[in-house]
């Protein structure tokens, strides 16, 4: 069975023999040859001549050993040449300067170029190619949610769960048995009263739904609760920590899927804990049960057709992994299609899209379910596999147990013993079929939330960071350059200065990288020469929660929560008190506006916030400002998308908001920022001109041209 199983397909990797098939090799070899000594010298040569079943036995030793000696001779005559030829082609692709391995006493792992004799093909890591050491090691980020410790009354919980489950593999051993014994107590004028109750009262206690597997249940819902609590907190307070550069790049309805995998997870540790470990456990005592109650024979066809049975399962759940692997992709990118869709409502109405969306979703749907297809149509040829083997095995035991006891070896109750133990062990082995493929389809939907957690942010706090505990304001660039990943230079070379309380606009072409410099003032990146720094401090020396709990910003396009706009306002500030907001919503002008609302303060924004105007939303972003009051407030182009008339009425809130703040302003419009005591011109990411309103008009450059040309369009009749 072994060399039958080695032999078949896999569905990872092509089949290559490696050192451990040519170490078996030569045990069996080495067995066969002893086997022949031993019958040669034991028995007279005359006597297998006479008795043919004895020459078929060693017309097949025979043969197997020649076998045996081919397959070892053809591995070692492929393998040695093969390794020599790798050799030389190694060198000749070793650069000049490049260590030679062959002098080298270093061990290398997971190179390319590995020189070990007979090794496989790479697997690909994913659930059906990598080991479970491997999943343990990846689950070790996992380990801390698994114990509750933060509860020593669910830690009592776990305990004594796991105490229950030693009592159900005893109670497991005890009903067969039992019956058994009941059955041996039948007879004419006899009612076994004593051994029919214990009976009934193991039969009570035994399975999942008896009375201790029911205590035990009721017992951990709380505790996986936590568990799936914490785990998936964790999660997603991971995704929240992640850079900037992660949320620009991912799909949000791929996350939201991978997000809502914990319960993937929890349901894998509960069925790894409760129901893998505790089935492992029945089938080693059934073993050791056949071998004491009836005879070493029994116990090797229970270990026989459990080991075929298990090898079916798991071969058949490689390839079913692959079918489910494609059809949860395909689910993704389902979901993520009708995700996109609805957050995109607006866009996909205003181009006429919605036959294309339609189409594009059904043509999605149709791949989904072939996938689907193939997953069911493999779950049934596995069940039916299962049920054939197991069914061969039961036939053996049964036919061997009866001419037992055709001959007296047995007694017919050990007959019923033997059945119930067999239809017991069925229920394990029929439970593991469908686990393993629970936990393939678990390992397939956790993998994706297990990568977030792999996922690390480029932005970070520096071992040694300190809290900005107060700030004045201060800011200076100094010689910074900035590259986005795998793009050319977006900043070089940036030196300025803003001190306390004053104002700075930053204006150039698109792509000039104005948004650039705020992004990197925030931090969502880091430069990669020179330096920012706030009172003369490195924001790369303090924490990130300190330093930004300092900033303020308002962005072109205010994103609302769907919830109040009480809630919304206080989202910054959840400790502000209800006059508070008033106050902030009437230096931003819109406190008038709310009260007008049918429920004022009370009212529901809608989706994005798109129930009220840009320019209500950029005066709800304002009034945050207020309630926030930080001392460096970031303003990207925050009436640019406004009509003249709400900008100037924006314009007038935010020179409230500034007043006392150290403010740098992006703007599209230059009439906007003619009091700012510094203006920046940037061209090509480089910092052009520099200096006041008036001083930059008088020089006549490129601030001056497009004062000009901004100045033109707007006088000229529309």
Same mark, same amino acid.
């Not at 993937?264 to 049960?289: C, E, H, K, R, S």
């Not at 406004?642 to 007038?652: A, G, H, R, Y």
């Given at each position: ?21 040519? %170490? ?65 082609? =190694? ?50 980020? $996992? ?110 309805? =791929? ?93 996909? %109405? ?23 297809? !193939? ?5 049934? /040829? ?67 939330? /297990? ?10 706090? !520096? ?56 992004? $990197? ?7 990669? %020469? ?47 008190? =209800? ?15 709310? $009260? ?11 989706? !994005? ?14 009034? !945050? ?5 930080? #001392?460096?407030? $970031? ?11 709400? =900008? ?20 599209? #419009? ?49």
């Amino acid at each position: 069975m072994y060399y039958i199983s080695g032999l078949l397909p896999d569905p990872d990797i092509p089949y290559t023999p490696t050192n451990a098939h040519c %170490h078996m090799w030569l045990v069996s070899l080495g067995f066969e040859i002893a086997w022949l000594t031993l019958a040669f010298a034991t028995v007279p040569v005359k006597a297998f001549v006479e008795n043919y079943m004895d020459a078929v036995q060693i017309t097949l030793s025979v043969s197997r050993c020649a076998i045996l000696a081919c397959m070892v001779s053809i591995y070692w005559w492929s393998a040695i040449p093969k390794e020599k030829i790798d050799d030389s082609d =190694e060198e000749e692709r070793q650069g000049l300067l490049s260590s030679n391995n062959n002098s080298s006493n270093s061990t290398e792992y997971g190179t390319p170029h590995a020189k070990l004799k007979g090794v496989a093909h790479p697997r690909t890591g994913d659930a059906q190619t990598t080991t479970y050491l491997d999943y343990i090691i990846g689950f070790s980020k $996992l380990f801390p949610f698994l114990w509750p410790s933060e509860s020593r009354s669910l830690q009592i919980r776990t305990i004594f769960c796991f105490s229950l489950l030693l009592v159900q593999r005893a109670v497991n051993i005890f009903v067969p048995h039992q019956l058994g014994v009941v059955v041996a107590a039948l007879g004419p004028g006899k009612i076994p009263y004593m051994e029919i109750m214990f009976y009934i009262i193991f039969r009570a206690l035994q399975g999942q739904q008896g009375v201790v597997g029911s205590i035990r249940a009721l017992l951990w819902i709380p505790i996986s609760q936590s568990t799936y609590r914490r785990l998936t907190s964790a999660a997603f307070h991971h995704v929240l920590l992640l850079s900037l550069d992660f949320h620009l790049n991912k799909r949000i309805g =791929e996350v939201m899927s991978a997000l809502s995998k914990g319960s993937a997870l929890n349901t894998f540790l509960d069925g790894l804990v409760f129901q893998l470990m505790p089935m492992v456990a029945d089938l080693w005592i059934a073993a050791v049960y056949f071998f004491i109650k009836f005879n070493a024979l029994y116990a090797l066809m229970v270990v026989a057709s459990t080991w075929m049975y298990l090898f079916v399962t798991i071969y058949m759940a490689k390839y079913r992994g692959r079918a489910r692997r494609e059809m949860v992709m395909r689910e993704r990118e389902m979901e993520a299609a009708k995700t996109d869709a609805l957050l995109s409502y607006e866009t996909v %109405h205003h181009s006429g899209a919605i036959p294309m969306e339609i189409s594009r979703f059904e043509r999605l749907i149709s791949v989904f379910q072939t996938a689907e297809y !193939r997953v069911f149509f493999s779950l049934n /040829l596995l069940n039916a596999m299962q049920n054939g083997v197991f069914t061969f095995g039961v036939m053996l035991i049964c036919y061997l147990n009866a001419y037992e006891i055709s001959v007296n070896l047995q007694q017919v109750s050990m007959f019923v013993t033997l059945l119930t133990y067999l239809a017991q062990l069925q229920a394990p082995l029929n439970f593991f079929g469908s686990f393993y493929t629970q936990v393939q389809n678990n390992l397939v939907d956790a993998e994706r939330m /297990l990568d977030l957690f792999k996922e690390q942010p480029t932005i970070q706090d !520096r071992e040694n960071a300190l809290d900005l505990e107060s700030c004045r304001g201060k800011i200076s660039f100094c010689g910074v350059a900035f590259a986005y990943k795998g793009k050319s230079q977006a900043l070089k070379d940036i030196s300025f200065q803003l001190d306390p309380g004053t104002s700075a606009a930053i204006v150039g072409e698109s792509g000039s990288g104005k948004s650039t410099i705020l992004k $990197l003032l925030f931090r969502f990146y880091d430069v990669d %020469h020179g330096s920012i720094k706030i009172d003369d401090t490195d924001i790369r020396d303090v924490t990130l929660d300190s330093f930004r709990s300092h900033i303020s910003v308002v962005p072109q396009d205010t994103i609302l929560f769907n919830d109040t706009l009480m809630h919304n306002l206080m989202y910054a500030s959840p400790n502000a008190t =209800e006059l508070e907001v008033f106050e902030a919503c009437r230096a931003a002008s819109i406190h008038d506006k709310i $009260l007008h609302f049918p429920q004022g303060y009370e009212t529901n924004v809608g989706e !994005r916030g798109l129930k009220l105007s840009g320019g209500e939303r950029q005066r709800i972003a304002i009034a !945050r400002t207020f309630l926030r009051s930080p #001392r460096i407030l $970031l303003l990207d182009e925050a009436t640019a998308s406004l009509d003249s008339e709400t =900008e100037k009425q924006i314009q007038t809130s935010l020179e409230k908001a500034s007043e006392g703040r150290t403010t740098i302003t992006i703007a599209h #419009r230059l009439s906007t920022i003619t009091k700012a005591d510094q203006i920046i011109v940037l061209h090509q990411g480089r910092i052009a001109e520099k200096g006041r309103h008036a001083e930059l008009l008088a020089k006549g450059g490129r601030y001056a041209q497009m004062w000009n040309k901004q100045t033109k369009e707007e006088k000229s009749p529309q």
